[in-house]
């Protein structure tokens, strides 16, 4: 069986129950996945600027650099402040060379009207990724969770994901963790709300390994 197209957290939450029973059983551990409807226009610059800063560090100490970056910009996280801050300030924050670039490429691209976030939601998933991702330092799963938390698209697969592909093989037991291509076919039944099995899917690794990924 598989899920139709889902517009709302609340209606794929709802299509999910009886799909599959491991699903299910995990689904009662867990409860409803508390994933949101889209964040405002205004929200979603900060969102992936602040993802950018959050790319491989642990929540604490990106979360310090994070903050440096909003008081250098005085609170306000817009292309035209990130411009404003230029190079050397986003570096003296924390931000490594790479981060900073990013960063700026991601402002400059939002100020000329190239990435338009008042827009963006109105974009296929593809589509959002092909603009998200020709901005340096913005690969796939960056566009990808962009696309769960911040435009609130719930048939998102993020295949590459390694807590989903180990979520998925705990909670399926399975004697490895699955392949990309072999993740896209594991997928196919719940179609329209795979962004849910992907929260559920971190949940179950986060219970294995007894820490928490920090998503929500």
Known sequence: ??????????????????????????????????LRSARPASRR????AESIAYQQLNGSAAATIWGRVVSAVDGDVSPEAILG???????????????????????????DGEIAFARIGRLSDDEVIGSLTRVRGIGRWTAQMFLIFTL???????????????????????????????????GEPFAGARSLVSWYCWRVADTAKGTSMGRS
């Open 1 to 34: 069986m598989s899920v139709r197209q889902s517009a709302s957290v609340r209606d794929a939450q709802l299509l999910l129950d009886g799909i599959d029973p491991v699903l299910d059983a995990v689904i009662a551990e867990h409860g409803p996945a508390p």
């Open 85 to 111: 801050a230029g190079h050397d300030r986003l570096r003296a924050c924390g931000l490594s060379t790479a981060k900073t670039v990013s960063m700026l490429d991601l402002a400059q691209r939002s100020a």
């Open 152 to 186: 609130g698209r719930v048939d998102v697969w993020p295949t590459g994901d390694y807590g989903v592909r180990s979520g998925l093989a705990t909670a399926w037991g399975l004697d490895r963790h699955p392949t990309e291509r072999e993740m896209e076919v594991l």
């Open 45 to 48: 610059f900060p969102s992936l």
